[in-house]
């Protein structure tokens, strides 16, 4: 048995807008540009946490790395993974959250 869409599917699939390929080019990087810059601030938070943490010598974690032989291993060991999981939870808000909008009005 053939799957075939509906009259009304075809007529939905046909007023779709259709851009240029200069026009999606230039969607593409608009986009790209705001998923990195929504990483780049959430990797920042990330990092400003773990400052905070250390600074604020919350469960000891900052005189733990004071007394440390070599300070800089612990805190990059303590901000780089929060830093990743901070950028992709604010990437991951900003895909689900971006808006749709139409490119051409008809």
Do not use: C
Request: charged share 20%; hydrophobic share 55%; proline share 6%.
């Amino acid at each position: 048995m053939k799957w075939e869409l509906p009259e009304k599917a075809w007529a939905m699939a046909s007023d779709r807008d259709e851009l240029t390929p200069e026009e999606a080019r230039s969607d593409h990087w608009e986009m790209l540009r705001f998923l990195g810059l929504n990483a780049a601030f959430g990797a920042f938070l990330g990092v400003a946490v773990a400052f905070l943490l250390i600074w604020l010598d919350i469960g000891g974690l900052g005189s733990h790395i004071a007394r440390a032989q070599n300070p800089v291993l612990p805190a990059v060991l303590i901000a780089a993974p929060l830093a990743l999981t901070f950028a992709a939870a604010v990437t991951a808000s900003a895909i689900m959250l971006m808006p749709y909008k139409r490119k051409k009005e008809r």
